[in-house]
């Protein structure tokens, strides 16, 4: 098992053990000793702009290119785009209102682009009017995660982009790179992605710190012109 699940499955016996503590069935000492997990603090994995241009070149479909738009631009889970109805959608101030974010319960304001208010206004000029929701399959019945899954994994074979690893989560992530890489504060970034915590919003910034990467490089160009100063040698009388 990957350590995240070890984690879940730890959380899951520590709430059990808790429950019989409460219940008197098992003493408090039982969980004196904290047992944690640690785990890896992976870098997100955003699409690379050429491949994001590459991916929206090849869908055709209208309401998967809106899907997809919608995703990138707005930074929202899937499982938030799926629970979606007409009516959380204002065309013209080209926001989105998620009254209830699964995972965290909060609900928040998101916006969309352009070129996102006009593949999604091309999917509502096609859909039926009698459907209240804002994306279904052929039955009319909601888009399940597998199926929007498969349709992404469809579309990456049809760029030559399969062989990449990039998943319908990375549009998230390449959503808040981009914005970072455009100025946006980490401040303003947060509530438009949902995270209750800055530091979870901070992981964007190590992927993508331009400022770093400027003074990195400005150092590095001095160092290369042999232009600093500086004695490196040790000293054995120390």
Not at 13 to 36: M, T, Y
Not at 69 to 85: D, N, Q
Not at 152 to 175: E, P
């Amino acid at each position: 098992m990957k350590p995240v699940s070890i984690r879940g499955r730890l959380a899951s016996v520590k709430a059990f053990f808790r429950h019989f503590i409460e219940e008197g069935v098992l003493r408090p000492e039982v969980l004196l000793k904290n047992v944690s997990v640690k785990v890896p603090d992976a870098l997100p994995r955003a699409m690379a702009p050429e491949d994001v241009q590459q991916l929206l070149s090849v869908i055709d479909n209208v309401r998967n290119r809106a899907i997809v738009l919608i995703l990138l631009r707005t930074g929202m889970r899937i499982g938030e785009f799926l629970a979606l109805r007409v009516q959380d959608i204002d065309l013209k101030a080209q926001k989105v209102f998620i009254h209830e974010a699964r995972k965290t319960g909060v609900g928040r304001v998101v916006y969309f682009s352009t070129d996102a208010r006009e593949a999604l206004a091309a999917w509502l000029e096609k859909k039926d009017p009698r459907e209240d929701v804002l994306a279904y399959g052929k039955k009319y019945e909601s888009i399940t995660y597998a199926a929007a899954r498969v349709m992404f994994v469809k579309y990456l074979k049809k760029a030559g982009l399969d062989h990449k690893g990039y998943t319908l989560h990375c549009l998230r992530h390449t959503f808040a790179s981009e914005l970072l890489n455009a100025g946006m504060r980490l401040e303003t970034l947060q509530p438009l992605l949902g995270h209750t915590s800055l530091e979870v919003t901070r992981r964007y910034a190590r992927l993508t710190d331009k400022t770093r990467e400027d003074e990195y490089f400005r150092a590095m160009a001095l160092i290369e012109k042999g232009e600093i100063r500086g004695n490196y040698r040790f000293d054995h009388r120390i």
